[in-house]
């Protein structure tokens, strides 16, 4: 038998992932951003702000672009990228060279040796891999063994409820002997045509516009190592591994998703519930986390946004990643939708990543509803995942 890592660097090695493109440049003037980048996602990382100027990012898993990606991003920062894939960090390279990333190192290697690139990191982007290992607590306890004392990780762990189709389709795969070939790949394209119209899997074949590619297919359904993590499952992943949650990237999934108003049944329920049975009542109830996207720190390092708290007047509203504004009165991020007021309007506006909420209600036009109003709209908006907030 091989052991995992091999089976599946030479899946990685065959199909690289994710598609290669040729240019980053181009494709980031195009709009392509990457959920979690430390440069876009600061107060996400770090709600009191970056500890200091030149940071060290290690990119766990790298894959075809992250690596390069996080470099040309974070041009003052020091970026190391590690992959059992060579073919994966050949593209690397090619982004390194076309770019001229002189802060990048890359290396070829198993990140449960992370700890002998021997350095301390500021930063650990660790996304889609620690669910493709044998034993993914001891991938993140040698990450965290790697990460500084007051350093910050940013993981990746798919969901189990949207994928639970997927996991039947692999049973069967398996079952069937599809290899990871073309073939292989030919033949799970034929057999998702055929598949009943309530089979559990068509809501997320609907949904991944990435499974044109051959890579997808093979690590969407042929994939030799891969599990999924609920909420609680996750919380027991990251605590066994001594490390802290501090946050969502993006809270959508887990707050409100959109499926029931704020008087619904739904809401009545779910609302007063402490914070992690939220989360996980609304995993169950929403579907709507097929990943989940979020930090960890040290023990004892982690800081909480919680509009309960006395100051929130002092907390600085930041646009989210893709936050845009559509119309008067509408805007957009992704596939979510937010209409609002012009009084709702006005707050957003002011969320410049400069101004204290205080700063931004503290106008004669929001005398009258001032403070509640200010508090609750971008609790509202940080809980939609629309606005990030960082802390005083
Ligand atoms: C699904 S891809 C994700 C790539 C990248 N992190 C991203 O989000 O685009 C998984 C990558 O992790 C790499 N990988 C899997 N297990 C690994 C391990 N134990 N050590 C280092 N790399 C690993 C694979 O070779 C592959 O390139």
């Known amino acids: 038998m091989e052991d995992v890592s091999s089976l599946v660097a030479k899946q990685y090695e065959a199909f690289a992932y994710p598609r290669p493109f040729a240019d980053l440049e181009a494709e980031i003037a195009k709009g392509y951003y990457q959920i979690g980048d430390p440069a876009l996602y600061g107060p996400v990382l770090w709600p009191r702000g970056r500890p ?39 593209h690397e390279r090619f982004l390194q060279d076309k770019h001229r990333l002189q802060n990048l190192k890359l290396f070829k290697g198993d990140l449960l040796d992370a700890a002998s690139l021997g350095d301390d990191f500021d930063v650990i982007l660790c996304t889609g891999v620690l669910h493709h290992m044998a ?44 290899q990871q070939t073309s073939e292989g790949v030919a033949q799970v394209r034929q057999i998702l045509r055929e598949l009943p119209g309530r089979h559990y899997a068509q809501d997320y074949i609907r949904a991944a516009a990435e499974l044109k590619d051959d890579a997808a297919v093979v690590d969407t359904f042929l994939h030799p190592q891969d599990r999924a993590y609920t909420v609680p499952q996750l919380f027991d992943l990251v605590e066994g591994a001594g490390l802290a949650f501090q946050g969502w990237v993006d809270n959508f999934p887990y707050w409100r998703n959109g499926a029931w108003g704020p008087d619904s049944a739904i ?59 559509r119309a008067s009165g509408l805007f957009q991020r992704g596939p979510y939708e937010l209409k609002c ?47 990030m907030i960082a802390l005083p």
């Open 341 to 387: 007021s012009e009084l709702e309007q006005f707050v957003i506006d002011g969320a410049d990543g400069k101004r204290t909420i205080g700063e931004i209600i503290d106008v004669p036009a929001l005398e009258d509803v001032q403070d509640e109003f200010g508090r609750r709209y971008f609790e509202h908006l940080w809980k939609l995942g629309h606005v």
């Open 135 to 178: 034993d993914p607590g001891a991938g993140l306890a040698a990450l965290r063994d790697a990460l500084a004392p007051d350093g910050v990780m940013v993981l990746m762990l798919y969901g189990a409820t949207v994928r639970t189709g997927v996991y039947m389709l692999q049973d069967a795969f398996r079952r069937i002997g599809v």
């Open 267 to 325: 809401a009545a329920a779910v609302d007063p519930l402490p914070r992690r049975e939220h989360w996980a009542a609304v995993e169950m109830l929403g579907l709507a986390a097929g990943m989940h996207m979020f930090t960890v720190r040290h023990a004892g390092e982690a800081l909480q946004v919680d509009f309960e708290r006395e100051d929130w007047r002092e907390f600085v509203p930041h646009w989210a990643p893709g936050l845009t504004r």
């Open 52 to 90: 200091r100027k030149r940071l060290k990012i290690l990119v766990a898993g790298c894959g075809t672009i992250q690596g390069a990606y996080a470099a040309y991003m974070n041009p003052d920062d020091e970026i190391v990228g590690i992959d059992l894939s060579e073919a994966s960090l050949a």
